[in-house]
């Protein structure tokens, strides 16, 4: 069977515009999260992540007319054409399919009357057609909104219709914005951290809420691969909890099941794994799950970090831009430390990463879970890795 | 029958049934028609009572959740050997075009006055269309792949690409697909038991989308 190659990506959120930009900074261990009161988002002062609205319109005016596209699409168009700029696909063949995810989409459509576009722009399947008009694509893209795994579920579903043979690029893009629909109902929860968000940590109480998109480019022609030793994606796993549809399993079976699929279906055992990008969305319930899953996995010694706490939860880009990190973990060979951990606050002795190390790195596993009850995992190594 | 083909069929449709305004149909014979034009919550509720089901939670479900529900009740009805398979092995797959954006606009509705100003997790719960395969996952211990798609219409060709390759490749024994859209009073579902063929037989209908296109037109 082909090998699924990784070739491009990007990254847009508070912490720039490119995957390097984003990179770079979570090496050094800086966060884009600060405190807003626009009151356009929130009623009281809440920790957020978001993209720099000025550079945004000023960079996107590069490409397009800014006021004929929503935030959130300007975003999309803005990150799948760095990713492009990187490879030679042309978007325009039948043998590219695109695959986008989002939870929202264009909320703030709703929540704004008065907005200059037509109604069925609220719709997510016409964000894809927006977007996939910019780039003159023929095929028919495809729309995911799993909740919070959405962008890990996209990436899968990429891979999947790889691996049939009918498309030869994919390309992966996911994302959401920051209005005041989201953080309003995770206050309404009681789910909101009011310092920034601290995963897996004892004293953490909750989420950060976060703005941004992200985008792959897989290929199954290892004539567009640039590198020796390329990443490459192995495999990958949906399951449901069937416990709850506002809270994850109390014992981490579901997201273990989509961990012992997505290894089975990457012919992988359980040793030699060298890094677990985990969900760790600071909410009590969530990361506790995720130690039980990961320890019921046998990979306890396994470094794990979340990423929440440098540029939030960005729910349909956080798969994405997660895999985009652990990608650049690899080609970097280190690992990126759990910015708001210090006291260890899960009952299983998981192994967060607590400082950022320079180590080799030649394979990672993404899990991710979410409302609904459901749980994705994504193993990637690099192609001449066991 | 055009629906009857000699070629062995690897994916068969063991049980459909579709659900618009004031009509029920169940693999292809009128099961239920509303005389009196009721509204939605009325139409699902008399469908809940002749199916007999029994499950307060639904009537703590939105009207997308509902409708998805009450369809995945009939094409499970009287299928009790689904849940001998492997939970793990059970996929629920839905497709729909206007993700949650009813509830979406009802949940704006109580932060958009400020002076009146009461954001309920209850509503916003619902604001995920992935929601309804949540809730049909617990009523049935099903854990295997679920996912939600988006689509402007119905897009028989897709699910039975994506889903035939979920079966074929032994990720999934059975299946349930199709899709449930609702908005603003306007809805429509057509949901799928789709299961490995065991035996041949001269009813079974192939998991294919121009049979589909046919059981639904």
Known sequence: MSKIYTIADNIITSLGFTSKENFTLLMQGKSGISKTSDPKITQKPLQVSQVDSEKLNTEFEKLGNSKEYTRLEKLMILSIADALKQTNINTANNDTLF?????????????????????????????????????????????????????????????QYLKTGKFKHVIVCGGDIISEFTPSGF?????????????????????????????IILTTNDKLVN???????RGGSNTNDANH??????????????IRNTLKESAKENTNIDYISGHGTATQYNDEMESKAISWAKLNHVPVNSLKAYWG??????????????????????????????????????????????TKVSNFLKTASGFGGSNAVAYFSELNAD | MPIKTTNIMKNIISK???????????????????TENNKFGAFMKSIYKHYEVKYPKYFKMDNLSKLAFIASEIVLNDKSHINELEPTKIG????????????????????KDKENYFPSPAVFVYTLPNVMIGEICIRNKFQGENTCFISKEFDA??????????????KLEACITGWADYIDGEYSAMLFLVEKNKENKKDNISFKPEFINQLIK
């Open chain 1, 313 to 358: 939860h960005t729910l349909g880009a956080a798969g994405i831009i997660e895999c985009i990190a652990g990608i650049h973990s690899i080609k970097e060979n280190c690992l990126i430390k759990t910015l708001g951990y210090s006291e260890h606050g899960v009952s299983e002795p998981i192994n967060v990463i607590t400082e950022f190390k320079k």
């Open chain 1, 187 to 215: 206050q309404s929860f009681k789910a909101v951290s009011e310092n920034p968000c601290k995963p897996f940590d004892a004293n953490r109480n909750g989420i950060t809420l976060g703005e941004g998109v992200g985008t």
């Open chain 1, 245 to 258: 549809i506002s809270g994850p399993s109390r014992t981490g079976d579901g997201l273990y099941y989509a």
């Open chain 1, 227 to 233: 590198e020796e030793n390329p990443v490459i994606f």
């Open chain 2, 92 to 111: 629920v797959i839905l497709q729909n075009s206007h993700s949650s954006i009813d509830t979406d606009t009802k949940y704006n509705e109580t932060i």
């Open chain 2, 16 to 34: 459909y049934c579709i659900i618009k305004p004031n009509e029920l149909i169940v693999d292809g014979k009128q099961e239920i028609i509303d």
């Open chain 2, 157 to 170: 060709e897709f699910i039975t690409e994506y889903v035939g390759e979920l079966l074929d490749s032994g």
């Open chain 1, 99 to 159: 695959v986008f995810s989002s939870v929202k989409g264009n909320i703030n459509l709703i929540e704004d009357e008065n907005h200059p576009f037509e109604n069925k722009r609220i719709n997510l399947w016409a964000i894809a057609d927006t977007v996939c008009n910019y780039f003159n694509s023929t095929t028919k893209p495809i729309f995911i909104s799993n909740a919070c795994i959405s962008g890990v579920t996209a990436i899968n579903t990429g891979a």
